[in-house]
Nanobody, 127 residues
Framework: QVQLVESGGGLVQLGGSLRLSCLAS????????MAWFRQAPGKEREFVAG????????DYADSVKGRFTISRDNAKNTVYLQMNSLSSEATDVYYC????????????????????WGQGTQVTVSS
């Protein structure tokens, strides 16, 4: 059974940076696209960034383009989210997720395309 465990969240000052990590257990990590989503209380979970199975394709929400970078290390079963120039709007719980489709070439953004989820890690941006 695949499990995803996020880490790296915490309190950061406005304009600062943070790197989230997501460690996957089990086999076949390198065969699936991965993504980061975020959710604020009372709001829907939204797509932040995604990366395909071999790292050759990435996609970002418009709100984070140019500031966030998703990457993966298949040898370490880990996907990362580097977040720079953080604004207060980035205060959310961030979730790592695995695509439901094997070896998908392009990143899928819809929530329904991801079937394995981590427990989430809180990011709080303070002014």
């Amino acid at each position: 059974q695949v499990q995803l465990v996020e880490s790296g969240g915490g309190l950061v000052q406005l304009g600062g940076s943070l790197r989230l990590s997501c460690l996957a257990s089990g086999r076949a990590f390198s065969s699936y696209a991965m993504a980061w989503f975020r959710q604020a209380p009372g709001k829907e979970r939204e797509f932040v960034a995604g990366i395909n199975w071999n790292g050759g394709s990435t996609d970002y929400a418009d709100s984070v383009k140019g500031r966030f970078t998703i990457s993966r290390d298949n040898a370490k079963n880990t996907v990362y989210l580097q977040m720079n120039s953080l604004s207060s709007e980035a205060t959310d719980v961030y979730y790592c997720a695995r695509d439901r489709v094997l070896l998908r070439t392009l990143v899928a953004a819809p929530l329904s395309e991801y079937t394995v989820w981590g427990q989430g890690t809180q990011v709080t941006v303070s002014s």
